[in-house]
């Protein structure tokens, strides 16, 4: 049975509580997916050859793994902040996929991100037959089925979380066009640079959760007198 939490204290208590609260938790959930697409933006793409097309990039590529790793990790606890407002087993199997994510995921991004950056700078400081086994080191590191493992579960964790959050919010009445626009963050994760499909992601979740937050949640205080 899916449940909304309720505060265990008087309304008033409840009402104070949330209004503290909120700027917090707006930045949070709004912040996050508007400074993540910011990043995702200039995120180099890289080409056939990694290690050549990342070469004149490798600051730009090291900075923005440096900003995307703490932006993924306040992504997952974004959703669990969401999924913090149910109960039930739905909003239990959403709980642990933001927890798998949070492993897998970020350890992907430490490892393809941040550890590739740092190969390519190192690099390109060596002579050239030295920088031709750093390439096939680089070449190794992102092609390793440890680590495709881990974009993979990773993304399949932070989908059924998102998944779960939707079917909870629209149990709860909320309406389905935002609930259908948290469908960016799949999309974020899994085209995380691709392309632009991943600032698209992050502006469906900007748009989705700013939706839901000032608006739906909002009306909801204003009628029942409590978060919910």
Known sequence: ?????????????????????????????????????????????GGTDLYESLAPVADVWLYVHLLLL???????????????????????????????????YLAFEAIAGIATGLLVR?????????????????????????VGALALV?????????????????????PLVPVALLAGVPLVVVAHGGGYADVLGAAMIAISVGWLEFGWRDGRRSSSGHAV
């Open 122 to 146: 190192v690099g390109q400081g060596l002579p050239a037959e030295q920088q031709a086994g750093v390439a096939a080191a680089l070449e190794a590191t992102v092609t390793s089925p440890v």
């Open 70 to 104: 703490p932006l993924f990790a306040l992504l997952g606890v974004s959703l669990y902040l969401l999924l913090a407002d149910f109960a039930g087993p739905v909003a239990t199997a959403g709980r642990i996929g933001v927890a798998v994510y949070l492993v897998t």
């Open 154 to 174: 990773g993304s399949l964790a932070i989908t059924v979380a998102a998944v779960a959050l939707g079917i909870l919010l629209r149990r709860a009445g909320a």
């Open 1 to 45: 049975m899916i449940r909304l939490r309720t505060p265990d204290h008087d309304a008033s208590d409840g009402e104070q509580s949330v209004s503290s609260s909120q700027p917090w938790r707006w930045l949070l959930l709004v912040g996050t997916p508007i400074a993540l697409g910011g990043v995702l933006a200039v995120h180099p793409h």
